[in-house]
């Protein structure tokens, strides 16, 4: 009798597989490259979500638009998509997840986008990718950046036009260089990483005391502080090695650089890794 059940069983399943279809793997069409352009919504507080699975993501500023570009593809899966619902507005690449995202082959996905100059609150989340931002001259009152392996080149060449609360970034085993970051004005810069190489560069016109926490993995972190501005960095973590150029004092468990104006005030831990603090 179990013998019987068990034949039963597996003649079920075999009729089940049979009647399965593989879905197929999408395969890449011709490079298609369209407009994206999205107007100011109407609201108090506008918050803009770009949400990018892989490729090569270009930000400027000078859009009348909120957001005003191009993208360029080859599947027809990626073709944005925009989502508004009141304030929030999302572009976001096709409805594919990112795990999804290694199995296209030759993928060309490239955003070129230009960002409007009135106050949002803006969101980046992305994969592995290629990105250069350059943030100078907008109205970010506030800024996340989230993605996993990719190499980033961010600035502000220009002093952001309002007070920005938050600057939080989150990112995998990246290769990440951020330039002018006091320009930013911001009064919190929360910098989260894991294994890689991380160049933070705080120059431009600091406006205003602020807080910065560094957290990383095995990783090598520059960080940059013009000569004359003040400055107190508290290392966390027994396992980092640090070195301090001419102007950065030991004080403590710190290092200490005196200048004049405003105040940023650092915070490091580090699980293992090289930390350089340099003008």
């Known amino acids: 009798m179990r013998q019987l059940y068990v034949f039963i069983v597996v003649l079920a399943l075999a009729s089940l597989a049979c009647g399965i279809s593989v879905p ?13 352009h999205v107007e100011y919504p109407d609201a108090s507080e506008v918050n803009l979500s770009l949400n990018f699975g ?7 500023p000078g859009a ?27 572009v976001k690449m096709g409805n594919l997840k990112f795990p999804t995202l290694p199995t296209l082959t030759d993928l060309k996905n490239t955003w070129d986008l230009k960002l409007g100059s009135q106050p949002v609150n803006l ?62 004005n911001f009064n919190l810069f929360d910098f989260s990483a894991g294994a890689g190489d991380y160049t933070l560069d705080f120059s431009g016109d600091l406006k205003r005391d602020a807080s910065i926490k560094i957290e990383t993995g095995l990783s090598n972190v520059i960080v940059i502080v013009p000569d004359g501005v003040n400055a107190m960095v ?25 200048g004049e104006g405003p105040m940023l005030t650092f915070v490091v831990e580090m699980g293992a890794g090289n930390l350089t603090l340099t003008h």
């Open 64 to 90: 009348d638009a909120l957001v005003d570009g191009t993208a360029t593809y080859n599947y027809s899966e990626v073709k944005p998509q925009i989502v508004t619902d009141g304030g929030n507005v999302e």
């Open 123 to 184: 969101s980046i989340q992305s994969g592995a990718y290629d990105g250069t931002f350059e943030l100078g001259g907008l109205s970010l009152t506030n800024l996340s950046i989230e993605d996993g392996a990719s190499h980033v080149e961010l600035f502000f060449s220009e002093p952001n036009q309002v007070e920005m609360n938050t600057f939080r970034y989150t990112t995998g085993a990246s290769d990440v260089k951020l330039t002018g970051l006091a320009n930013a």
């Open 234 to 258: 508290t290392v966390e973590g027994g396992l980092s090695n640090v070195s301090a150029g001419s102007g950065w004092n030991r004080s403590g468990e710190g290092y200490r650089q005196d």
């Open 24 to 36: 197929k793997a999408p395969q890449p069409g011709p490079e298609v490259t369209e407009d994206i």
């Open 54 to 60: 892989a490729g090569e993501l270009n930000l400027n």
